[in-house]
């Protein structure tokens, strides 16, 4: 093809190389060596734009690109990082994309200002989606994705699909929406996120591929996942009635933990109480039986003078602290006898205990005390 | 300059210019029809560098890429009658250039036939279930069908219809705010469920507790009752046993016990002389009064 580009040119002038290389030498020499100057020649135009021209195949490829050569716009090659040549145009061309970038895709949401601290902006429309148990549910995710690096990847994400990215976008939402359709509400707000996620992530890449897009999908990844404003405070409160059940058995369970151990204790205490009054009255009547018994046998050694004793005894003590009036059988039958008792009891203190006390508390117990 | 070189000029853009006229590439995106005189003679549907005639023909392109029909939201009535609102899009290509330039000419009037052919087959296989058939159980099956058969319409437009997918399928506004009444009422229920349930657990609990205090006082008065009652028992027989040797004298020191423990300070006794006690102090001192 080449040759039959340069095809005008070799036609007409000579046509040995040597001989054309001197008289381009030659004109160069006349035209600034101070030869005949206004004599022009073509052959030092040639000799300047030729090497120009064959100079301007010369292309780099960026590491983050990759780089695809077209012949007369049919693919014919693609090339890595790195200095190459192709033939210069018309007949070669190069189209550089870059494929290691990763490529980001918001849904349900877009980044207002990418901060810090960043700012969002909610996309409802977008958001909402009906759940496979017609409720609705909102979430946002974001799509990450890149050329794919096989061979052909770059070449079929710039000619296959007229608009890779808006592919992506539309891929992807679909895919959401058929996965969250396939997923029950409490699913999709708790622990099926994770496989929505990925179930959904290999659900675009299908449709990637379906497209012969040459993207892969790098992640796909939920955000947030709400129950719609309008209903959100109800979610809330199930939430909290939650917390509330919990509290409530909690607070059950402190009860039980505090009255049993305290009835445990209290029947511990009664038990206890029981066996030191059986023990003590054992011991009481074992203490008292034991002085019956020494007394009884002392008793039997001499029966009446015994008796006497202890009668006596007690009678000398009871007597001696009890108020005694002596009143004669004779004086008794006469007339009935007038005792002012309370005259006569009177320098008597009362309920005092103590032998101690008695003196001094006898004078104060006058009646104008009372 | 020179007047050789007028010749070789004049050879140069003679062929330029045949080159320009008779010389076309189709790049890797594009497919074309070559057309002579208004009437289409070829179809290039391979990327490169072809001839055709000089002036009496002409080349349209068209592209070869995949291609996007964006549809906006319709409503759409599923057969349990629920209105849906469908935002739709579809990938197609075109197939057969000269097939397609024929029948709608370029990408805007194939669009406006692609709306009018996958929207109806949309319509109709949509109507054919129920919402929770397209949300949930055969949306890939039905947009399948839906594919197919407007792929086999689009044919006859030189078009391949390599997909149809639901893009959004959402419920119109008025029914959205049904659901979310229904939503709201249902974790109201389940909210008031949490709540009865907490209650309830709590009270078992609680009950439980308070049957056990109950129980463990009960069992142990009712020891402590044995208990005492064993302590009691033993206290008898053992009083018995001591006793029983000689009731009399016991009745006499237990007399006397009494006597010393009831008679105190306070106990005020009128007395006759001739009591046993005072037997010695009458026959003493006969006369002696108080």
Redesign the interface.
Known sequence: MSERNQGPWSGGGPSDPIEILTKVWEDIRRQFGGGTPGRFSPWLIVAILVPLYALSGIFIIAPDERGVILRFGRVVREADPGPGYHIPWPVEEVVKPSVTQIRKAEFGFRTVDAGPPARYRDEDVEALMLTGDENIVKLQFIAQYKVKPEASGATDFLFNVRDPQETVRAGAEAAMREIVGRNEIDNALTEGKERIQEDAQLLLQQILDRYDVGLEVATLKLQDVDPPDQVSDAFKDVISAQQDKERLINEATGYANDVVPKARGQAAQLLNEAEGYKAAKLQDAAGAAQRFIALHDEYSKAKEVTRQRLYLETMEEVMGRMQKIFLDDFAGTQVVPYLPLDQVLKPRPVEVVEPAAQPATQPTAQPGRR | ??R??I??LI??GV??AAWNLAAY??????QAIVVQLGEPVRTVQ????YWKLPLIQNVLYF??????Y?ASPREILTKDKQQLVVDN?S?WRIRDPLQFYRTVRNEEGAQSRLDDIIYSNLRETLGRHT??EI??EK??VLMEQVTKRSDEKAREYGIEV??V???????PEKN?LN??S???T???R??????A???E??????S???K??QI??A???N??????G???A???K??A???G??PE??Q??RT??A??NS????????????SD?FRYLKKLEPSE??
Do not use: H
């Open positions: 300059m020179d050789r070189w010749p070789i050879v140069a062929v330029l590439s189709v790049p890797q995106w594009m391979e990327p490169g560098l592209d070869r890429r995949l291609l996007d964006n899009y990938r919402l929770r949300i949930n949306r890939a390599v997909d997918v639901i893009k959004r399928a959402d419920l959205e659901v979310f229904r939503m709201r249902e974790r109201e389940q909210a008031k469920k949490f709540r349930e907490g209650d657990e709590a009270r078992k609990i609680r439980e507790s308070d056990q205090v463990l006082l069992e142990a008065r020891k402590a009752e044995v208990i005492r064993e302590g009691d033993l206290a008898v053992i009083f046993d001591a006793y040797r000689d004298f016991y006499l020191v006397l016990e006597y010393r008679l105190g300070e306070d106990t005020a006794v009128i007395l006759s002389p001739s006690f009064k108080r």
